[in-house]
């Protein structure tokens, strides 16, 4: 189905919103202690996919601060940080043990091979120590400040549900640019959502090489958990979803496309793979219309290793109905319809998702897309023009009934 498109309503989101846009400095999150690090590693990183160094590696988090609000998009990058910062480029360098008479841009990506290389092995020694059953990647969404406690319940959760004990999982917490609206909600958080979308993106494909990486090393089930636009991150990494960015070909600047489709040539995981999506804010048809394309290469039905797609949709969630005076505007401007399963004409989108599966030649899609409906509280004192909806942070979703179901249907 064709993405709609009512300009005047747009125009209009648009007049509501207005505050900055904020990237995120992960630095602050890196100085978090990591609360069990037999169980649970870390990976962070810029909107560009880049990886952060250690700790041991200083950033003026003040400075970066600044940097990362410019509007000059190639300023607000870490690779930018280090390369206009001489002390801490050269802290880097030593750090890392870069080799001698490279130029600096060089010796940058140079560590930027060596940190892949050393979070790959972080992982990889993870799984084996614990003789892990499953590897879980957590993947947080759009303006999602304070993860951390997220994905500390989201793990306890799963504890708590007691599966097997022989299949016993070690947790991937991914931390990415998810942008900064400064803790503000509903149109205000428009400013943010073309560059966390551009974001996504980019980091897709670094976390599809994570993958990727791991797998070359160990072989165990892997499970994705993400929340809103944290889908878009994963399902570009497991496939390469490109046809949904094509509305988008107008505002992406040209230097940022070609770089996104040479990306796009990277290999996707080939392990046996689960993913469950809560409130995804991504587009239903035009992200599985791509679902058999993996990496360079075209699959057949036959040849898929994504066992299951568990779908938790929301029809009043605010963020992914994006509801205008009772009007859903899911399917424009970068269509979130997958999270509230309807299109601006209210109807159901996953019906489409489950024919389209089948003309690829999957013979019982029902069976790979699983989905199932939560109803988050209401909104406290929501704008008029979004009267009725309701919550959209992680933590509701968690609080809800259904999360047992949705996790049963990953882990069980």
Sequence with gaps: MKIV???????????LSGCKVYYMGLRGRQLIPVSDTATVTRVYFDRYGDLYPGTAVPIDTNDLHIRLKSKDKKQASLKQYFLTHPASMKALREFYHASAGMNDPEAYQEV???LEEQAVKQVSDMVQAQQAGRLVYLVHGLNDTRVDPEYKEMRKIITDRHYAADKK???VEIHWDSMNARDTDGTKVIDIWKPALLNSRF????????????EQRVQ???????????????FGALFNTV???????????EWDKEQLNALNLAPTPTGRIRIGVLAPAVPAEQ???????RGPRRINAADNHIDKVVIGYNRQDYAVSKQFLHIKLAGVYGSTSLGCNCNVFNEQVIPSVLADLAHKGYTDPSSLIIQKEFKTPPRPNPPFYESGTTQHAWKFYMAQQEIQFFLDQLFQ
């Design 287 to 293: 992200t599985f219309q791509d679902f058999n394309e």
């Design 203 to 214: 980091i897709s494909i670094a976390f599809r090489k994570l993958m990727t990486g791991v």
């Design 243 to 253: 046809t949904k960015w094509k509305g988008f070909d107008l505002v992406w600047p």
């Design 5 to 15: 498109k009512p300009l005047a309503l747009i125009m209009v989101l648009f007049l």
């Design 112 to 114: 930027q091979g060596r």
């Design 169 to 171: 999982p070690v947790y």
């Design 220 to 234: 165990v089930p892997e499970i994705v958990i993400t929340h809103s636009l944290g889908a878009g991150l994963a």
